[in-house]
């Protein structure tokens, strides 16, 4: 599947602009909570995590790690309970509650100081706070800065116009020696108008290759009968390990 589809030849970087003004609202990803559409949460983690994780800590310990459109993703807690302090924003309270609920976690609520309706639930041993509100409404002078990423539906739930201005928010919430696991997927965008979305390679170096090192750690085949139904033939996780470098970050 893997070669057949890059072997093609046929989706190229100027197919995405098929997707380029597609916009998905809040109310809509809100929706998808309410009406359980959530097939993108795995209940299990993600492979790729648990397979390259390794590299992500780099023999760090007690390590900000930031989860991007975080849903209710079940690594958060595996990494807190490993040592790390996890941190994470969803514009969906529920998800956010699911979390808690589903991992019989205690938390309290707080507002975020200067930002409207927005709110923090963080778990009572205080090394999960996630960020109930849009992740544009985050800054480094309030969520501060990371030493690791795991970004595994958030950059291709973005709507495309809007790439640029998430990767520099990213970008300024990270430290000098962060790593960053990024999982894209490859299709055919004229087939599926997204979420989520279609993001090559050169789009990924065009956004984040100013401030760090990119490298393709794996393609993997994700085909299943979901995306049969949207009309494809190939669906392909690709994840990347970003590396900032201290002389690439202002």
Not at 32 to 49: A, S, V
Not at 124 to 141: E, V
Not at 210 to 226: P, V, W, Y
């Amino acid at each position: 599947m893997e070669g057949a589809a890059e072997g093609s030849g046929v989706v190229g970087s100027a197919d995405a602009v098929a997707q380029k003004e597609r916009v998905v609202t809040e109310e809509e990803w809100l929706q998808k909570w309410k009406t359980g559409r959530t097939g993108f949460h795995k209940e299990q983690g993600h492979p790729l995590l648990q397979k390259y994780l390794d590299i992500l800590l780099n023999g760090r310990s007690g390590l900000r790690i930031f989860f991007p459109l975080c849903g209710k993703a079940v690594e958060m807690k595996w990494l807190a309970d490993m040592g790390h302090r996890v941190v994470g924003v969803e514009i969906s309270e529920q998800a956010l509650k699911e979390f808690f609920a589903e991992h019989g976690l205690p938390y309290r609520e707080e507002p975020v100081p200067g930002t409207s309706g927005a709110k923090m639930l963080q778990s009572m041993s205080g090394n999960i706070s996630l960020y109930c509100c849009s992740i544009y409404d985050l800054s480094s002078a309030i969520v501060g800065k990371f030493d690791a990423v795991w970004d595994r539906g958030a950059l291709v739930a973005v709507n495309p116009c809007d790439r640029e201005r998430y990767a520099s928010l990213m970008i300024s919430l990270m430290e000098k020696s962060a790593s960053y696991l990024l999982v894209t997927v490859l299709y055919d965008p004229n087939k599926h108008k997204g979420p989520p979305f279609y993001v090559p390679e050169s789009e990924i170096k065009s956004l984040f290759g100013n401030h760090c090192e990119i490298k393709c750690l794996q393609k993997a085949n994700d085909f299943s009968d979901r995306h049969r139904e949207w009309g494809l033939d190939y669906f392909l996780e690709v994840l990347y390990i970003l590396k900032f470098v201290c002389d690439k970050i202002n």
